[in-house]
């Protein structure tokens, strides 16, 4: 038979089953603790942190890391001077700590911390001309502005003008040694004085020629010998040519003819020239207008011949004008300029005196003028007065006396002048 339990028989048992229960909490408790410290510590790893030149710049995962990120930073450096960029010196510091996983950088990220960091490195650009570095400069200069300044100092604006480097120029990202790397500024005064970059520049340009006019020469018996007479003045054409020209720092090295026109044709000059013999009486002396030689004293007779007179060659012939000669005008003979001016002490007896140079080698003297009114090196038109007759030097009268050489030889001007009262011609002995 079954007895019931007393009082103190219920409490014994209550007590023993609590105990059981606790001691199963706890060892749950116990079980997820653990659990939880072993999940925490999964996350977490011993890792060598990496300090250089007193900044911390990354964790990684052993201390190899840090050595293949060391010689990374050499592999990255550009220098001119492969002795001085293994002396590099870079050298971390390093200690092991706990830390996440999720903290551990690449070998290759350490690389770039230790040259952000370094005092040694810096990034920045460089200048390679025809394949060979040249200079570099920080990573806060702007090298591709500094070339444009460049080329920009040989634009002058010209006519399809292009400006570009000769050499093969690049600007290239890298990493250098910093006391190799210079300021914007430095590198454009350096460039600018060494001239390593040759630059080239070609551009259209129009130049305008003349196109010489053709001289045809007419060969006529109806002129003295040395006349030359233009028939038709010639004119230059024009020709505008368009040229592509090539030069390299501003030193012309080619000039090709693109283009050309034609503004203006030429214009054939046509002259006559002379064949006669002075002597030919049908041959007409001309001025250079085609105008036979004009008498310098209007409405005059010859008083003296050219030729021989009193047993001695008079070298001219004298002119007078009935009814007084004093103070009458006297003109060119033809256009010409005037050559000589000599006064009475300077001509050995020729008095006043003018020599006009009319061109075609051809002169005409004036002499024992009164007065004159032109002076040496004018330019004189057919007709125009250069003085006034007179009786200065030997003369014992008033009249002009009056010379004409062509060829230099002299002749007989009244052969080739015109508007004379030759029929009434006369002698006066007291003129010379």
């Known amino acids: ?71 990374l930073v050499k592999q990255k450096v550009v220098s001119k001077n492969e002795e001085k960029k293994e002396s590099i010196k870079i050298e971390p510091t390093t200690s092991v700590v706990l830390t996440k996983k999720e903290n551990i950088i690449s070998e290759q990220e350490l690389a770039d911390n230790i040259i952000d960091t370094s005092s ?18 920080d990573k806060e200069a702007d090298l591709d502005k500094t070339l444009d300044n460049i080329l920009d100092e040989h634009k002058t604006g010209q006519e399809q003008e292009q400006v570009e480097f000769a ?65 038709q003045t010639g004119s230059n054409g024009l020709v505008e040519y368009k040229e592509k020209v090539f030069t390299i720092d501003n030193n012309e090295k080619d000039r090709t003819v693109v283009k050309q026109d034609v503004l203006k044709q030429p214009t054939k000059q046509r002259i ?38 009193d047993g001695s060659a008079h070298k001219g012939v004298d002119l007078c004008v009935r009814g007084g000669t004093f103070g009458k005008p006297v003109v060119s003979t033809a256009k010409g300029v005037v050559e000589e001016v000599l006064q009475t002490e300077e001509s050995g007896g020729y008095g006043i005196k003018v020599t006009i140079n009319h061109g075609n080698n051809t002169k005409s003297v004036y002499a024992h003028l009164n007065s004159v009114d032109v002076k040496e090196g004018q330019v004189l038109e057919n007709g125009q007065q250069i003085g006034t007759a007179g009786n200065t030097g030997d003369s014992y009268g008033a009249h002009l006396h009056f010379e004409l050489y062509i060829n230099g030889q002299r002749v007989d001007p009244m052969l080739f002048v015109k508007d004379t009262d030759q029929n009434n011609s006369e002698n006066v002995n007291t003129i010379k």
């Open 120 to 137: 040694e490195v810096v990034k920045g650009e460089a200048l390679y001309v025809d394949g060979d570095l040249y200079a570099a400069v």
């Open 1 to 71: 038979m079954i007895k019931p339990l007393n009082d103190n028989q219920c409490e014994s048992k209550y007590k023993i089953k609590n105990k059981v229960k606790f001691a199963q909490i706890a060892t749950i408790a116990g079980v997820c603790a653990l659990t939880g410290v072993m999940a925490i510590l999964q996350n977490f790893t011993l890792a060598v942190a990496v300090s250089y030149e007193d900044q911390e710049i990354g964790l990684v995962q052993a201390e190899s890391s840090v050595e293949t990120a060391t010689q």
């Open 272 to 309: 006559i020239v002379g064949t006669a013999s002075i002597t030919d009486q049908n041959a007409a002396l001309v001025d250079e207008n085609g105008n036979s030689f004009t008498i310098p004293l209007k409405q005059s007779y010859v008083s003296s011949p050219y030729g021989d007179r």
């Open 167 to 231: 050499e093969n120029v690049q600007v290239v990202k890298g990493v250098f040694l910093s006391d190799e790397v210079v300021d914007e500024q430095t590198l454009e005064n350096k460039v600018k004085e060494q001239n390593p970059i040759s630059v080239s520049k070609s551009y259209q340009e129009s130049k305008v020629e003349q196109i010489p006019f053709d001289v045809e020469i007419v060969e006529s018996d109806k002129y003295v010998a040395g006349t030359q007479i233009v028939e």
